[in-house]
């Protein structure tokens, strides 16, 4: 009888995880726990053996549960209770609870009270019940708890699912906050003066008001105690054990995330012996846990799409880089596995716990059951391949596996949660739209970067690509012409779309830009064979030369420049189809490719808004830094006030491996602005074949050669320890006057920003300080400026990198 019972029991709680999970109001749990204890009674007549037909539609088995429900539940409870037991009655049996009116002359007071009591103990509940029975007052108070904690916790775990999108959009409210402080205290920096003569001028900018003054001393603060200072210094951009540390700000949302999904995981479960479902303690807590760990799984998900996209317009609203949100979305990734695992393993304990084995592995018969432990492997298999070591080695391929596990996930996860009617949709159709939109977006931003319509002539342009290699620079230079304005701070996708990966994008910083003018072809030939003059032509026509490999572009585009140092994959691809088809004379030559642009992505720091800035570039970080400087050589000759620049100076110290890529890019893409007063620079060539590293000083920014180069060096000795080398050749091969002075070692990075933060104190401006390059470098610079801000004010510290 008791093992009968337990059985009957136990399948009352089995179908309440196979779809009767609604969460039902406090008035209607009376009622519901009268089913739950009726249910499990077997009754002669209609829907013997059939749970949800018998106690829907078997006259003996309705009269019961009427006749229980008035004797222990409050008349104010009764109405509610039956509209949620007919809701289950027409969902789960196909036809709606008998009403009382038709059973009516079998629940008056004197027909209830002929009716057999019985107890949970009593010999007769295991037969065939041929009348209508009640139960006793403790077997029904067993049964109200029994439904009332089930209850309690089917409540409580969607809204400990919510509160992570509590947390989340708090979390972003703040950095829309910081952004808005950000643009005013901006807006309140602009020079007043339109004059470019004028900008250096203490009379000529704008005094700050009082509440601007307490905005910037509150944002300053809060950047010196947590956005720039390491989560562990002094590793941030380097690698710790093959992890990433972001900041100390960063590290406190990731702890705060962490610490909140494990608390609301593993409180408030309502176990206790004799529960009428599972009457074990342990099969009611894995019970719980596992449900928990799933919904807080499920509410994650959203969250993780969300972090993972390019276009986000939170990205826009927060000014937050894209690597922040991509180290959300992996912190976001871990903790909704860990808890799939836990739901997992907790569910195969729970099983074998009310079932034993052979029990368990009829479950897995089940598509829903076993496509559930497809999804929890799938999780595991894109986090553990989303770690650092595997995505910085097999890029290419992590990202394919990515797209097809997502895939394979999302499609799990709907056939997973299927028996529950939908109640899960609106964790997973998020999913789908996210990523669609995301998708889409990519299309447009793709079609309308490289395909546009030349309104002069009404003619379809497409954007093309020229690519060279430079073996003594060891750089590839990619120019792709384009209709879309540049900017500093962004970065672009590029695809080669003919190739067999052709859905494989590299995401690359744009290094330069250039716009084209109008030329005309046939009078550059009239002018180089004296033939006769022309008309003029809309479209300007260069070659590939010593300035670098070009190619036609129209009227009004822009030529982007993108430079590449060659590693394995995509870019060993390019470096050796440009090795082929080079000359023996190793003069670079140029192939033509069908390459996509994809952007722009990024936002700009504003440096501008700054009086002195320091540029720190290292190896091919320096593509980061020669948008700033054209963008400052750009606003100090516009007329345009919101355009301008209250930079007085501008230094760039960059450190390369490669002198040839140094002399290259200064005699090119550098030319107009090393001639500037307003630039300084310093050059560090790290060749271990010309140098030992450190051997030598770095000289302070003071020596820097400013305008006249040569006697610089003469009258300061900047040049001691340095080799001199010349620039007199420029983009287009004309002789100018002038020598680049290059340090053959390694700068110190710390001195060069303690001097930078000192000299801008002394003299009353405000610094920004920006990095860009190898991991230790960054972090170096990071420390260095973090333990100037400690003394100082008026730094602020910029890093530009890509996480991905």
Not at 309 to 318: A, D, E, K, V
Not at 486 to 515: C, D, I, M, V
Request: hydrophobic share 40%.
């Amino acid at each position: 009888m008791k093992h009968l019972l337990g059985v009957s029991l136990t399948l009352v709680g089995f179908l309440t995880s196979h779809g009767l999970a609604r969460v039902i109001s406090k008035d209607q749990e009376c009622v519901s726990a009268v089913f739950g204890i009726v249910g499990g009674l077997n009754f002669e007549g209609i829907g013997y053996g059939n749970y949800y037909l018998g106690i829907c539609q078997n006259p003996l088995k309705v009269v019961s549960v009427y006749a229980i429900s008035k004797t222990y539940c409050s008349s104010a409870d009764l109405g509610p209770g039956f509209e949620y037991l007919n809701w289950a009655c027409l969902q789960y049996a196909g036809a709606g609870l008998i009403p009382e009116a038709d059973v009516a002359v079998n629940l008056t007071d004197e027909a209830i009270s002929r009716y057999p009591i019985l107890d949970q103990k009593d010999v007769i509940v295991p037969k065939n019940l041929t009348t209508p029975v009640l139960v006793t007052r403790d077997w029904f108070d067993l049964g109200f708890r029994t439904e009332d904690t089930w209850d309690y916790e089917l409540r409580l775990h969607p809204t400990y699912g919510w509160a992570m999108y509590g947390f989340w959009g708090g979390i972003l409210l703040i950095g829309m906050l910081r952004r808005l402080i950000t643009h005013i205290i901006e807006s309140r920096s602009s020079p007043l003066s339109t004059d470019p003569e004028d900008l250096g001028a203490a009379d000529s900018r704008e005094k700050p008001t009082a509440g601007t003054k307490s905005l910037a001393h509150m944002y300053s603060r809060i950047r010196k105690a947590l956005t720039i200072p390491s989560g562990l210094p002094p590793y941030h951009s380097q690698l710790l054990f093959g992890c990433t540390i972001p900041t100390r700000i960063e590290s406190l949302v990731i702890i705060s995330c962490w610490i909140l999904n494990f608390v609301l995981c593993c409180v408030n479960y309502r176990g206790f012996e004799g529960n009428l479902y599972w009457s074990a303690v342990s099969p009611q807590i894995w019970r719980y846990i596992s449900d928990r760990a799933g919904i807080i799984a499920y509410a994650n998900l959203p969250l993780m799409w969300m972090f993972s996209g390019r276009n986000n317009i939170f990205i826009w609203l927060t000014g937050w880089s894209f690597s922040t949100f991509n180290l959300f979305h992996r912190h976001i990734a871990r903790i909704a596995t860990l808890q799939a695992i836990i739901h997992s393993v907790g569910y195969t304990v729970f099983y074998f716990e009310i079932e034993g084995a052979e029990g368990y592995y009829l479950q897995w018969h089940d598509a829903w059951f076993y496509l559930g432990a497809v999804a929890t492997i799938a999780m595991s298999i894109l986090v553990f391949s989303s770690f650092s070591w595997f995505r910085r080695r097999i890029y290419d391929s992590f990202l394919l596996l990515h797209i097809l596990l997502s895939v394979v996930l999302i499609v799990a996860l709907f056939y997973h949660t299927s028996i529950f009617d939908g109640d899960y949709n609106p964790y997973l159709w998020p999913l789908v739209a996210i990523w669609s939109f995301d998708r889409f977006l990519r299309i447009v931003r793709v079609v309308y970067c490289n395909i546009h319509v030349q309104q002069r002539k009404k003619t379809l342009h497409r954007s093309n690509a020229a690519i060279s290699y430079d073996q003594d620079a060891n750089i590839i230079q990619i120019d792709i012409n384009t209709h879309v304005k540049p900017g500093p701070g962004k970065h672009y996708y590029l695809y080669q779309p003919f190739r067999f990966t052709g859905w494989e994008n590299h995401p690359l910083t744009l290094a330069y830009w250039s716009q084209s003018a109008v030329e005309t072809s046939q009078t550059q030939q009239r002018d180089n064979t004296k033939d006769t003059p022309s008309k003029t032509a809309d479209v300007s026509v260069v070659t590939p030369s010593e300035a670098g490999p070009l190619h036609t572009v129209i009227e009004g585009e822009y030529l982007l420049s993108f430079w590449i140092r060659p590693y394995d994959g995509w870019t060993r691809h390019l470096r050796d189809q440009c090795l082929k088809s080079q000359p023996l004379s190793k003069l670079p030559s140029v192939i033509k490719e069908t390459i996509l642009l994809e952007g722009p992505y990024g936002i700009a720091e504003p440096l501008w808004t700054f009086d002195e800035v320091l540029l720190i570039a290292g190896g091919s970080g320096i593509t980061a830094m020669v948008p700033y400087i054209l963008d400052h050589i750009a606003r100090t000759n516009s007329s345009n006030k919101s355009s301008q620049t209250r930079i007085r100076g501008l230094t760039l110290i960059w450190t390369n491996p490669k002198e040839a890529f140094i002399r290259r890019i200064a005699q090119r893409e550098l030319a107009a602005a090393l001639k500037r007063d307003d630039v300084r620079y310093e050059f560090y060539c790290t060749d271990s074949a010309k140098v030992e590293v450190g051997s030598l000083p770095s000289p302070s920014i003071d020596d820097i050669p400013i305008g006249d180069a040569e006697k610089g060096a003469t009258e300061s000795g900047v040049l001691k320890g340095k080799e001199e080398t010349d620039i007199s050749e420029s983009a287009d091969g004309a002789d100018e006057a002038g020598s680049l002075p290059i340090t053959m070692c390694r700068p110190d990075i710390p001195a060069i920003i303690e001097k930078a933060a000192a000299s801008a104190t002394e003299s009353g401006s405000r610094l920004a300080i920006m990095s860009c390059g190898p991991g230790k470098m960054s972090d170096a610079a990071r420390e260095a400026t973090y333990r100037a801000i400690r003394q100082q004010n008026n730094v602020e510290y910029f890093e530009e990198s890509f996480g991905w």
